[in-house]
Each structure stands twice: as C-alpha cells, then as structure tokens.
C-alpha cells in the first residue's frame, strides 16, 4: 500500500514538472511570436488650421467608443479596416447610442499589422472624439487621420500629436493640438462652430 503511494505521489510530482514546463515553453513562445507590423507612410490632403474649421468640415462628429473590428479588406496589397463604434455623447448629426462604421487604412492580418505611421489603428475599448466625413456606402472616414481625432481620458480631450510619441515625431506640423482640455467645455464650443456654420 505505502509502495503505491510513493508511486502515484512520483506520477503526480512528475505530472506537475511537465504541465510547468510546458506552459513556461508555451507562453514563452507566444512571446517571442508577435505579429510584424508595417508602417505606411501618408500625405494627407489638408492640414486643418484650428478645431472650428475642421468642425466646419465635418458630416458627423461624436465622442465614441470603438466595439470591433467588423472587416478587414485587402486592395492592392493593402489592408482597410472597418470598425465598430458606439455614439456616447453626439455633438453634430449623431445621436446617443446611434452605431457607426468607421472605416480606416490598414489592418491586422493572422500574421501582420500594417498602419499608417501617424495614424495608429482604433483599438476595442478606445474612447475618441471623432471628426468625421460620410463615404458612400454609410460608413464614415476620420478627416485627415490623427487630426480629426482627440483621445478622451477622464473627463480631457488630447490630439492623438500631444499624447502619442510617434505621431508626434511623424507629423510635428499639424496645426491642431489639444492637451489635456476639458471635454465638456470642448465640445460645447464645437457645437458653437456647428451650430454657426
């Protein structure tokens, strides 16, 4: 009975050797298999001067939250992105709650991820407020990439140029740079804009 013993214990002891071993290899691995990403360059049509003209230009702006990504497409070896938001606090021809499509350069792959050097991918849980143009089939594009975007983080509004160290680096002559300001009082005075134009 005692000799039974000792050789179940040996076969658990070893049992919990090979489960550590593996899983120290496993996620070790997992580690070192990150996905290569590619950087593509852009020249963006227009540098917008200040908030109110790029709200002027605007089809629809709202501060959202990013859900998904609902595609990824592949034209001429380049990938576009469309994802899902949801309107948290409309500000111009948006509605609380109203479900968008935002559609954007590059994308990630089962083994890449391509982006636009100064305009990083939406990523799930993100808070933005966005710029928008309307395209023809529904969804809406950010206008001018990082600048028609500002990140929200407790109660402030950032351009994506002032808080991201690499879209500062790649576009250092946007005209728009918001830090740290207060969200309501911001997107009271783009209303302003809006509401005047």
């Known amino acids: 009975m005692l000799k ?8 658990i002891i070893l049992l919990a050797i090979v489960l550590c071993t593996g899983s120290f290899v496993y996620f070790n691995n997992k580690k ?15 540098n917008y001067s200040d908030i109110e003209e790029i709200s002027q230009a605007s089809d629809l702006i709202a ?25 948290n606090t409309p ?3 948006s509605n609380e709650g109203e479900k968008l499509s935002i559609y954007m350069t590059g994308g ?19 808070e933005i407020l966005v710029f928008c143009k309307k395209n023809t089939d529904g969804t809406y594009q950010i206008i001018s990439g990082p600048q028609g975007r500002l ?5 402030k509004l950032n351009s994506l140029n002032v ?18 300001a207060d969200a309501v009082a911001l997107i009271s005075e783009i209303k302003g804009y809006v509401n005047n134009n």
């Open 91 to 93: 500000v111009y021809n």
């Open 151 to 155: 990140v929200y983080t407790d109660g």
């Open 108 to 126: 990630e792959t089962t083994d890449s991820i391509t982006e636009l050097k100064d305009d990083p991918l939406l990523q799930k849980g993100d």
């Open 32 to 46: 070192d298999n990150k996905k290569e990403t590619t950087y593509l360059s852009a020249s963006w049509a227009y």
């Open 163 to 180: 808080i991201n160290t690499r879209v500062k680096q790649e576009n250092p002559y946007s005209n728009i740079k918001i830090q740290n």
């Open 63 to 87: 501060l959202v939250t990013v859900k998904d990504v609902e595609n990824t497409t592949v034209e001429n070896n380049i990938p576009y992105t469309t994802f899902s938001a949801e309107v």
């Open 4 to 11: 039974n013993k000792k050789i179940i214990s040996s076969i």
